[in-house]
């Protein structure tokens, strides 16, 4: 069952990434705002590993990146 939302997972690393870049942020800074370790960040976005994340992180994120919670879970 662990494999089945892995790919979701991995399209939101990719789409915390895209607005972390927009914002011209580093995973650092990013870290910082939201109170986590940059490593947590870093596994978040790396596309080789499997970093489920919980509602509250999603919209820890999408304060920090100021988006909306939906715009980290649009998959183009």
Known sequence: MQDE???YYKLIGLRVAYFR???EMTQAQLAEKMG???SFIGQIEAVNIYKPISMDTLF???KALE???YKLLLFD
Do not use: G, M
């Open 67 to 69: 988006q909306p919670p």
């Open 60 to 62: 820890r994120l999408s």
């Open 21 to 23: 870049k927009i914002k």
């Open 5 to 7: 939302f892995r790919e």
């Open 36 to 38: 986590v370790d940059t």
